[in-house]
């Protein structure tokens, strides 16, 4: 990359501050062409502080080079879904983490899936909701559930979480 291109394109920015500048109704000419001069001065010289930090542009990387940089590894299951099973790791290990996160989430699942299957919302017809999830579901999908005791206990377990996925499923 040569240094005509750059020196160029500064040259043309610089002539069309010069204009604005003069055209300016507020600036007398001296202090428009002072300012010129400063502002030509600045970008001349940031295009050669540029031009001399890489004068031959960037290098070409070799096609070995190019083997050796890792990349970063794609994951066989979709991001969603890696979300949701850290949502589940940690409502497992983390009472409050489970009080705030994961059980709104399969509340939210069970909420749709009802309303989607049986045609009423869960928090408008909590008896019926119950009737449907069983007691030991509805214990920990009820709208009201009480904050746990110890916020830093262990969360839900997950076997019972997965028989309410299973139970919500089975809607």
């Known amino acids: 990359m040569t240094l005509v291109g750059p020196l160029v394109r500064t040259g043309l920015a610089a002539i069309v501050a010069l204009v604005v500048l ?5 600036l007398s000419t001296p202090r ?3 300012i010129w001069i400063v502002l030509a001065t600045a970008l001349f010289l940031f295009s050669l502080i540029r031009h001399s930090r890489d004068p031959e542009g960037p290098e070409p ?3 070995f080079e190019q083997a050796l940089r890792r990349r970063k ?7 969603e879904l890696l979300r949701m099973d850290r949502e589940l790791v940690l409502g497992s290990a983390d009472a409050d983490h489970a009080q705030r996160r994961l059980l709104p989430l399969l509340r939210a699942t069970a909420a749709a899936r009802i309303a989607a299957r ?4 869960l928090e ?6 119950r009737a449907l999830l069983g007691d030991d579901a509805w214990e920990l999908l ?7 005791e110890d916020r830093h206990g262990p969360g839900v377990p997950r076997r019972r979480v997965a028989a309410l996925i299973e139970r919500v499923e089975s809607l």
């Open 22 to 26: 003069l055209w300016t109704p507020k």
């Open 32 to 34: 428009a062409l002072a």
């Open 61 to 63: 990387v070799s096609r």
């Open 73 to 79: 590894p794609r994951s066989a299951q979709p991001e």
């Open 118 to 121: 049986h045609g009423f919302e």
């Open 124 to 129: 408008r017809r909590p008896e019926d909701a």
């Open 142 to 148: 009820r709208p009201d559930r009480p904050p746990p």
